[in-house]
């Protein structure tokens, strides 16, 4: 069982910054990746249209004995994470949690900013997540529509980034934060431009990297890291174009070549 592979699942290619993550903390353990890209973005959909989809992406990876599911989309994470922890009988992370621990744990004023996509940030699942570790803690939670086409567009450095970012998240200005959650699967890729518009003066916190902090924890403590010499043996699955989401795999995962298929998920129901 240690070594089955852990499986992630996103609404699309954003999620895949959370598996360079895993790969880089974890490089021996093999990866099952799915993203939903036919039916990105989930941000402002429906909590029942998300919720769905979410189950069907669980049920296809349950196919491959996954030995943990991450829910890397925080937008799945917040709408359907509790429900399919619950159902499921391996580990099942979300990334709201080591997000707003990770927070927690370096603000010093209790002043947090979260962005994220319109979904995210409806819920208050970070505020939330944030509220049950410290009570009395102050929370700015911000819609960034404009971020995941950016990102998606390829272009999340130069001048166009400066510029949506600056608009984007310009109504925190003021707030005092001085810790802000990148609270979407995308906005780790724009994490110099963030950081460069608030001049360096604040904590950015990619959740992504603590999620795969905590699995790392997680597979420590139940004995089931990866003890074979075998492999690792990734597998990329997508519900839309493999050649572009091949080309955007390999450009942020910095791979010479991966391997992607084409992943159905309509005939599976919850
Ligand atoms: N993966 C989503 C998230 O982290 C962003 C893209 C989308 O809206 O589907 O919230």
Known sequence: MSSNPIGII?????????????????????????????????????????RKFTWEMTRFLEQYQIKMLIIACNTATAVALDEIRQSLPIPVLGVIHPGARAAIKVSKTNRIGVIGTQMTINSKAY?????????????????????????????????????????????LKGTNIDTLILGCTHYPLLQPVIE??????????????????????????????????????????TTGSKTMFKNIAQQWLELEEIHVETANLTSLTT
């Open 127 to 171: 505020e939330f997540a944030l509220k049950k570790i410290r009570r009395r803690v102050t929370v700015h939670g911000l819609a960034c529509p404009k971020l995941v086409p950016l990102v998606e567009s390829g272009e999340w450095t130069g001048k166009l980034a400066e510029k949506v970012v600056a608009e984007s998240i310009e109504p």
């Open 10 to 50: 996103d609404s699309g290619v954003g999620g895949l910054t959370v598996v360079k993550e895993m790969m880089r903390q974890l490089p021996h353990e093999s990866i099952i990746y799915l993203g939903d890209t036919a039916r990105c973005p989930y941000g402002p959909r429906s909590s029942e249209e998300i």
């Open 196 to 237: 460069s518009y608030f001049e360096g003066k604040i904590k950015i916190i990619s959740s992504g990297e603590e999620t795969a902090r905590e699995a790392s924890v997680i597979l420590d403590h139940t004995s089931m890291l990866n003890g074979s010499t075998d492999g690792p043996h990734h597998a990329f699955f």
